[in-house]
């Protein structure tokens, strides 16, 4: 995680002033961190992802989302940017500033980013009570780490390392790996 750009301001403040910024910013208990841009394969995994997830939700209540779109979990105070996420939830289809609701969350790894993706923001995320599933991507290990959670609350991990389908239960769909990582040499 990023230092600080500004301290103290509330969830309302955040939401106007990230408004009038060019770059993105997430926010977290009263404190704005700035965004750091993404290397090439990111944006490649991040697109894949999307593009599976759009085709196989097509004619259904559900939409994914790509980075551009904040989430906000009111019980952590934060409002976070994932890679992709989808969203059922007919209450998010109205607000154009977050979703609010998501099923499913994917972060894709960065060097930057990965302790903070694994811990603090995943705890955030798991106050979340729509939240059903949370996909890690690891580029470099070709991985998908699909964290599920169970009718007890728990949450189990899933690993998906080569020529496999990557399920999406929560949304009763398959990406095969292959589609995943498309284009990464």
Same mark, same amino acid.
């Given at each position: 995680?990023?230092?600080?750009?500004?301290?103290?301001?509330?969830?309302?403040?955040?939401?106007?002033?990230?408004?009038?910024?060019?770059?993105? +910013?997430?926010? #977290?208990? /009263?404190?704005? &961190? @700035?965004?750091?841009?993404? =290397?090439?394969? +990111?944006?490649? #995994?991040? /697109?894949?992802? &999307? @593009?599976?997830?759009?085709? =196989?939700?097509?004619?259904?209540?559900?939409?994914?989302?790509?980075?551009?779109?904040?989430?906000?979990?009111?019980?952590?105070?934060?409002?976070?940017?994932?890679?992709?996420?989808?969203?059922?939830?007919?209450?998010?289809?109205?607000?154009?500033?977050?979703?609010?609701?998501?099923?499913?969350?994917?972060?894709?790894?960065?060097?930057?980013?990965?302790?903070?993706?694994?811990?603090?923001?995943?705890?955030?995320?798991?106050?979340?009570?729509?939240?059903?599933?949370?996909?890690?991507?690891?580029?470099?290990?070709?991985?998908?780490?699909?964290?599920?959670?169970?009718?007890?609350?728990?949450?189990?991990?899933?690993?998906?390392?080569?020529?496999?389908?990557?399920?999406?239960?929560?949304?009763?769909?398959?990406?095969?790996?292959?589609?995943?990582?498309?284009?990464?040499?």
């Amino acid at each position: 995680m990023q230092t600080a750009l500004q301290q103290h301001l509330t969830a309302e403040d955040y939401l106007a002033w990230e408004e009038t910024q060019v770059e993105k +910013h997430e926010f #977290v208990a /009263g404190e704005v &961190f @700035a965004m750091v841009g993404a =290397r090439q394969d +990111h944006v490649v #995994v991040c /697109g894949n992802i &999307f @593009a599976g997830l759009k085709q =196989r939700l097509r004619g259904t209540p559900c939409r994914p989302y790509v980075a551009d779109l904040k989430l906000k979990v009111e019980a952590a105070d934060a409002f976070f940017y994932p890679d992709v996420m989808v969203s059922c939830h007919p209450g998010d289809l109205s607000n154009q500033q977050y979703i609010s609701n998501p099923l499913l969350v994917v972060e894709v790894l960065s060097e930057s980013t990965a302790a903070y993706d694994r811990g603090g923001k995943f705890a955030a995320y798991r106050k979340l009570d729509s939240l059903k599933e949370y996909l890690i991507v690891d580029i470099e290990a070709r991985r998908v780490e699909c964290f599920r959670r169970t009718a007890d609350n728990d949450w189990l991990l899933h690993d998906y390392v080569g020529d496999v389908d990557c399920l999406l239960s929560s949304l009763g769909i398959r990406i095969p790996m292959s589609e995943i990582f498309e284009d990464i040499a």
